[in-house]
T-cell receptor, first 118, second 110 residues
Framework: DAGVIQSPRHEVTEMGQEVTLRCKPI?????LFWYRQTMMRGLELLIY????????DSGMPEDRFSAKMPNASFSTLKIQPSEPRDSAVYFC????????????????FGPGTRLTVT | GQNIDQPTEMTATEGAIVQINCTYQ??????LFWYQQHAGEAPTFLSY??LDGLEEKGRFSSFLSRSKGYSYLLLKELQMKDSASYLC???????????WGAGTKLIIKP
């Protein structure tokens, strides 16, 4: 498997512009997570989906952020309008679920999208 | 609220042993993960503890004490490539999300 795929890897945009980040989870994984990582705040969970349904979006900072998962193989995180404080690395992660038996299925992270808003 | 504490930064010497501690206070607990993250890269899974005790995996071991809300990651025979951040994360039993610590940046010196 190719692992979790994210695009773009780097995005530089001006304040006020719309930004769309994309993620393709590992095939067969039921859970998809969007994270944001900054030096100041570390790794923060923004939202996660189970079987394409948003389960918990309490981490989404504000209405400028929205996420969708139209099917099992694709998700987007959109920021509109973007602001300089949104500059961060955005990770998408996926895992199988629920945990079964003795083993554990960890979260697999994509390579991240480094977003810079000027 | 949920709280996970790790030291911000640690320094160790190549070939030595280092222990990275993690303490947590969470509303639930279903297991604790350790992830490694090299600069500019994504976190990768190292270990998972659900029962008290030590789990050994090669040069890396992870320990858990649920009664104390405490875990540590032990790295032996340190190599330069071990320079990275180490993230502790607790799996809450109420859902499938992880609560993450801020990470410990480990610097290895020759």
């Amino acid at each position: 498997d190719a692992g979790v795929i994210q695009s773009p890897r780097h995005e530089v945009t001006e304040m006020g512009q719309e930004v769309t980040l994309r993620c393709k989870p590992i095939s067969g994984h039921d859970y998809l997570f969007w994270y944001r990582q900054t030096m100041m705040r570390g790794l923060e969970l923004l939202i996660y989906f189970n079987n394409n349904v948003p389960i918990d979006d309490s981490g989404m900072p504000e209405d400028r952020f929205s996420a969708k998962m139209p099917n099992a193989s694709f998700s987007t995180l959109k920021i509109q309008p973007s602001e300089p404080r949104d500059s961060a690395v955005y990770f998408c992660a996926s895992r199988r679920g629920p945990f079964i038996g003795q083993g554990v299925d960890e979260q697999y992270f994509g390579p991240g999208t480094r977003l810079t808003v000027t | 609220g949920q709280n996970i504490d790790q030291p911000t930064e640690m320094t160790a010497t190549e070939g030595a042993i280092v222990q990275i501690n993690c303490t947590y206070q969470t509303s639930g607990f279903n297991g604790l993960f350790w992830y490694q993250q090299h600069a500019g890269e994504a976190p990768t899974f190292l270990s998972y503890n659900v029962l008290d005790g030590l789990e050994e995996k090669g040069r890396f071991s992870s320990f858990l004490s649920r009664s104390k809300g405490y875990s540590y990651l032990l790295l032996k025979e340190l190599q330069m490539k071990d320079s990275a951040s180490y993230l502790c994360a607790v799996w809450l039993d109420s859902n499938y999300q992880l609560i993450w610590g801020a990470g410990t940046k480990l610097i290895i010196k020759p």
